[in-house]
């Protein structure tokens, strides 16, 4: 159950796209299942749920959120940068009965 | 509207014990598996375990094997966590959330702090 590897941290200025990816292995990311999520956390709250099975939008989320996968590394696009998307952000995946987190990736708009 | 509202936290010393619950409402608790995620303060999300309906089967992450119980009371709407044989590395605030599919959980509580500390 090693951590999916996510980037620290990504900046950008409102009104651009950034892309944060997440690489794991042939167990997670990988696996033929398709079973990655994303999750989006603000300081001091619970995390709120993005994306499931790599690029289903969840009720309610913004078109500008979007996942994809290739191989062993997903991705999620934000476009249209807004200073509500300053926050944390976790890429999941699904191996075997489990879930994989990745480390998280802070978002900063700058 | 769906709620979940976790308790039982608080102040433990090393090889302690504790029971966290989880009090759903505004949906039909028993036709949802459940999972517990923890957060280690200034660190990421960890997965702790997860119930399928009825409560069987469970699973559990590798670090909480053996120490932690998960279980549920479907006529209470309630999930539960007994963690046992509890260490420092066991500090965290500890959500529950509603299982959709695969690593996808749409809905968590506010979560609850456990501190272990001597």
């Known amino acids: 159950q090693s951590a999916l590897t996510q980037p620290a941290s990504v900046s950008a200025s409102p009104g651009q796209s950034i892309t944060i990816s997440c690489t794991g292995t042939s167990y997670d990311v990988g696996n033929s299942w398709n079973y990655v999520s994303w999750y989006q956390q603000h300081p001091g709250k619970a995390p709120k749920l993005l994306i499931s099975?790599?690029?289903q939008r969840a009720s309610g989320v913004s078109l500008r959120f979007s996942g994809s996968k290739s191989g062993n590394t997903a991705s999620l696009t934000i476009s249209g940068l807004q200073t509500g998307d300053e926050a944390d952000y976790y890429c999941c995946s699904y191996g075997h009965h489990d879930w994989v987190f990745g480390g998280g990736t802070k978002v900063t708009v700058l | 509207e769906v709620q979940l509202v976790e308790s039982g936290g608080g102040f433990v010393q090393p090889g302690g014990s504790l029971r966290l619950t989880c009090v759903a409402s505004?949906?039909?608790?028993?036709?949802?598996?459940m999972n517990w995620v923890r957060q280690a303060p200034g660190k990421g999300l960890e997965w702790v375990a997860f119930?399928?309906?009825?409560?069987?089967?469970?699973y559990y992450a590798d670090s909480v094997r053996g120490r932690f119980t998960i279980s549920r009371d479907d006529a209470e709407n309630s999930l539960f966590l007994q963690m046992d044989s509890l260490s420092v590395e066991d500090t965290a605030v500890y959500f529950c959330a509603r299982d959709t599919f695969r690593a996808a959980a749409d809905y968590w509580g506010q979560g609850t702090l456990v501190t272990v500390s001597s």
């Open positions: 119930t399928s309906t009825g409560g069987y089967p469970t």
């Open positions: 099975e790599v690029n």
């Open positions: 505004g949906f039909t608790f028993s036709r949802y598996e």
